[in-house]
């Protein structure tokens, strides 16, 4: 299964090693593959350096110095995520072609439309017994990184390895009167997903995440679940459909 951790659940040191434990009883059932963004961590280390930037359409616009800073901080960010989680080793989508990206739109810099997964290495990884960790960071046709929103990259690997994905946030749903967590759908259709993009009710990060579930189960993932990284055996409810809200096609 994979796992999209997201920057919203790993704001505090406790809620990332709550995380750590949930996928850790997941992988006691079956190989997990994590794939990991950060944007507070990116935010507060842009902040520190006097740079700004902005977002289009969801999308950090990404000059090339900001792509330096966004890889060096989800750099860091990876060794600290593949040691709560153990037994895994921390990659960044830029090595052996884990993530190959093009440059999605010009007016966005440095940003990636992913083009490629090296799932034969996932493979060989979860066959030797160990946790891959995946920083959102892609390799681009002029070999230099690319920025790629992790729910983006999460839903490729899923839709690459065709298993099932669990997007890890800060709220446990989608919520059809969002904040109302009363209002949490059990599952949406492509067609209600599409209806709450148009409508305004499916907002701001919660739009990357369920177009990411879309995009994976179209190229052939069985699964895809929105849940909150808080809540005490999620991985393994939302693997059995039992947690947050499950898109279908
Ligand atoms: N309909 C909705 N239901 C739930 N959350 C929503 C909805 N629409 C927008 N959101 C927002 O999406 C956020 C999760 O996306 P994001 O902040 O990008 O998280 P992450 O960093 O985990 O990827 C929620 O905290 C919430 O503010
Ligand atoms: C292109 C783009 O927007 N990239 C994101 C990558 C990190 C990310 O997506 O992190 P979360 O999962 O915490 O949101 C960014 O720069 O913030």
């Given at each position: 299964?994979?796992?999209?951790?997201?920057?919203?659940?790993?704001?505090?040191v406790?809620?990332?090693?709550?995380?750590?434990?949930?996928?850790?009883?997941?992988?006691?059932?079956?190989?997990?593959?994590?794939?990991?963004?950060?944007?507070?961590?990116?935010?507060?280390?842009?902040?520190?350096?006097g740079v700004?930037?902005?977002f289009?359409?969801?999308?950090?616009?990404t000059?090339?110095?900001?792509m330096?800073?966004?890889?060096?901080?989800?750099?860091?960010?990876?060794?600290?995520?593949?040691?709560?989680?153990?037994?895994?080793?921390?990659?960044?989508?830029?090595?052996?072609?884990?993530?190959?990206?093009?440059?999605?739109?010009?007016?966005?810099?440095?940003?990636?439309?992913?083009t490629?997964v090296?799932?034969?290495?996932l493979?060989?990884?979860?066959?030797?017994?160990?946790?891959?960790?995946?920083?959102?960071?892609?390799?681009?046709?002029?070999?230099?990184a690319?920025?790629?929103?992790?729910?983006?990259?999460?839903?490729a690997?899923?839709?690459?390895?065709?298993?099932?994905?669990?997007?890890?946030?800060d709220?446990d749903?989608?919520?059809?009167?969002?904040?109302?967590?009363?209002?949490?759908?059990?599952?949406?259709?492509?067609?209600?997903?599409?209806?709450?993009?148009?409508?305004?009710?499916?907002?701001?990060?919660?739009?990357?995440?369920?177009?990411?579930?879309?995009d994976?189960?179209?190229?052939?993932?069985?699964?895809?679940?929105?849940?909150?990284?808080?809540t005490?055996?999620?991985?393994?409810?939302?693997?059995?459909?039992e947690?947050?809200?499950?898109?279908?096609?």
């Amino acid at each position: 299964m994979i796992v999209k951790y997201g920057g919203n659940a790993m704001k505090s040191v406790e809620l990332r090693r709550a995380v750590a434990a949930e996928i850790a009883a997941l992988r006691a059932e079956l190989p997990v593959v994590v794939v990991h963004g950060g944007g507070p961590v990116i935010e507060r280390e842009l902040a520190a350096r006097g740079v700004t930037s902005e977002f289009l359409g969801g999308l950090r616009v990404t000059t090339p110095q900001a792509m330096d800073i966004v890889e060096m901080a989800l750099c860091q960010l990876n060794k600290q995520l593949s040691q709560d989680v153990g037994h895994a080793v921390g990659l960044m989508g830029r090595d052996s072609g884990l993530l190959q990206a093009e440059i999605l739109d010009p007016a966005l810099g440095r940003v990636g439309r992913v083009t490629g997964v090296n799932a034969e290495l996932l493979r060989t990884l979860l066959g030797a017994g160990v946790t891959p960790v995946l920083g959102c960071i892609a390799v681009g046709p002029d070999k230099d990184a690319l920025n790629v929103n992790a729910d983006t990259a999460a839903g490729a690997v899923a839709g690459a390895l065709r298993e099932g994905i669990v997007f890890l946030t800060d709220v446990d749903g989608v919520y059809r009167a969002y904040p109302d967590p009363q209002s949490r759908a059990a599952t949406l259709t492509r067609a209600e997903v599409q209806q709450g993009i148009d409508d305004g009710w499916i907002a701001g990060g919660m739009i990357p995440k369920v177009r990411a579930a879309l995009d994976a189960l179209e190229r052939g993932a069985p699964f895809a679940t929105v849940a909150s990284g808080m809540t005490a055996g999620v991985l393994t409810a939302a693997a059995r459909g039992e947690a947050g809200t499950r898109i279908t096609p």
